[in-house]
């Protein structure tokens, strides 16, 4: 597998992201193959759609001023995670604990960095729906059937700093399931399935960076994916009564009471 940095201009509210990622592509001398993937930073697909927030037009609630308080962010900033978060649980200095889309993140997706000054960036909408339509275009454009991976970043419980999260896939299966096979002693497998579009995405946003490396794409050559046509959101999560921290924290994973 191989996989290829793409810096490019500053993309904007008014960019088109598909030309603008091909343009770059092509000052880098490099060419998009069938079935290789595309990785792309959530934050230039969220601005492209504009979903920016100016936090001067923000009112905090009581809500986001108590909180704000006690985890050490500015009221505006709270308040537009408690309007963005499906659930809150609580936090630590200069991050909350919350619910959104199904996976628990920090701040519910929105984020200062790389906003432009005086605004906050929100996840992207539909992003399963976006990644097809992306995939879509560049099919139309330069008629190769490539897989598109929308990427942002995540923390980890008890492990210091961030690596990827694929927040939507098109184009490839996202998840291998292994409860078929059987392991080199011939003991069945029970529960295993790699997040194979999770570790794409960890591969692409160690060459992505977190601050002003200007590069938002990543070509991915050779990965190995099993190429597919469904789209499903549901495809990267778990159910609850699944998962492993949800039962073994349902002590301290309450929602947060104002």
């Known amino acids: 597998m191989e996989l290829f940095a793409i810096r490019t201009q500053v993309i904007n509210q008014e960019s ?68 963005e978060a499906d659930e809150v649980y609580g936090g630590v200095p200069k991050a909350i604990l919350t619910l959104k889309d199904n996976i628990l993140t920090a701040n519910a997706g929105v984020d200062h960095k790389n906003a432009p000054p005086g605004y906050v960036v929100l996840w992207p909408k539909f992003p399963f729906m976006t990644a097809k339509k992306t995939r879509e275009e560049i099919l139309d454009k330069i008629g190769r059937s490539v897989g598109v991976l929308i990427v942002d970043s995540r923390v980890t419980p008890l492990r210091m700093g961030t690596t990827g999260l694929s927040l939507a896939v098109a184009g490839f299966e996202p998840v291998r399931d292994y409860r078929p096979n059987r392991d080199l002693f011939d003991r069945a497998i029970s529960i295993t399935r790699h997040a194979v579009a999770d570790d794409l995405a960890s591969a692409a946003h160690l060459l992505m960076g977190e601050s002003d490396e200007q590069t938002p794409a990543v070509l991915i050559k050779d990965a190995p994916v099993k190429p597919s046509e469904r789209i499903d959101p549901k495809s990267t999560v778990i159910s609850r009564d699944q998962d492993l921290l949800e039962e073994t924290s349902r002590r301290w994973l309450r929602k947060y009471r104002f």
Do not use: M
């Open 16 to 83: 088109n992201l598909v030309a603008s990622i091909l343009e770059a592509l092509d000052s880098h001398r490099l060419t998009i193959d069938t079935n290789d993937v595309l990785a792309i930073a959530s934050k230039i697909v969220a601005t492209v759609q504009k979903r920016l927030v100016k936090l001067d037009s923000v009112q905090p609630s009581q809500s986001a001023k108590h909180l704000a308080q006690r985890v050490s962010l500015e009221p505006r900033f709270v308040e537009v995670v408690l309007q």
